[in-house]
T-cell receptor, first 114, second 114 residues
Framework: DVKVTQSSRYLVKRTGEKVFLECVQD?????MFWYRQDPGLGLRLIYFSYDVKMKEKGDIPEGYSVSREKKERFSLILESASTNQTSMYLC?????????????FGSGTQLSVL | DQQVKQNSPSLSVQEGRISILNCDYTNSMFDYFLWYKKYPAEGPTFLISISSIKDKNEDGRFTVFLNKSAKHLSLHIVPSQPGDSAVYFC?????????????FGEGTQLTVNP
């Protein structure tokens, strides 16, 4: 079974803190994604990566950055956390084909910024 | 600009009856559509998909219908079971222009009552 592991289930941070969310997948997937899920807004794509050291902006990249130094690990970074970044963060991965939309998701990290 | 919309935040049905979840889209470039299911405290999991060259795809109790002229798709679950209670997300991709990058709807909470 594909396993996508997010390092924390719940996280509480203060405004202005630098926050790291870690994601690791064990299926040698090329593609990795970070989404946030908010009530009434569904899942929105923050950043994605098609290969090591590559990154692409999603629909809502402002206030976030990412790092992909190794194929299995994709980190989301909140440079200076703000209250409007309180959300459920979901990491996903998939094989790299042009026509593969079957994503495997982690269980999510519920981040609260106070 | 919500390109994929699920207008019903919630739906409640009796066990054994049909569940119909609806989804509308505005981007005419979308050519591949998917449904994901999400249980509490878990990440979304892929359920069923359909290409724009088809108008129906069936997998066991789950059938997805696509009406391209109306830019509408629906997910039918027959018969519904209590274990189907979850949040269902509709998603779409524009393979020709954006590859497998997905745009998600807001989600519909389905509750199947015993």
């Amino acid at each position: 079974d594909v396993k996508v592991t997010q390092s924390s289930r719940y996280l509480v941070k203060r405004t202005g803190e630098k926050v790291f969310l870690e994601c690791v997948q064990d299926m040698d997937h090329e593609n990795m994604f970070w989404y946030r899920q908010d009530p009434g807004l569904g899942l929105r794509l923050i950043y994605f990566s098609y290969d090591v050291k590559m990154k692409e902006k999603g629909d809502i990249p402002e206030g976030y950055s990412v790092s992909r130094e190794k194929k299995e690990r994709f980190s989301l970074i909140l440079e200076s956390a703000s209250t409007n970044q309180t959300s459920m963060y979901l990491c996903a991965s998939s094989f790299q084909t042009r026509t593969n939309e079957k994503l495997f998701f982690g269980s999510g990290t519920q981040l609260s910024v106070l | 600009d919500q390109q994929v919309k699920q207008n019903s935040p919630s739906l409640s049905v009796q066990e054994g009856r049909i569940s119909i979840l609806n989804c509308d889209y505005t981007n005419s470039m979308f050519d591949y559509f998917l449904w994901y299911k999400k249980y509490p405290a878990e990440g979304p999991t892929f359920l069923i998909s359909i290409s724009s060259i088809k108008d129906k795809n069936e997998d066991g109790r789950f059938t997805v219908f696509l009406n391209k002229s109306a830019k509408h798709l629906s997910l039918h679950i027959v018969p519904s079971q209590p274990g189907d209670s979850a949040v269902y997300f509709c998603a779409a991709s524009a393979r020709e222009t954006s590859g497998s990058r997905l745009t998600f709807g807001e989600g519909t909470q389905l509750t199947v009552n015993p």
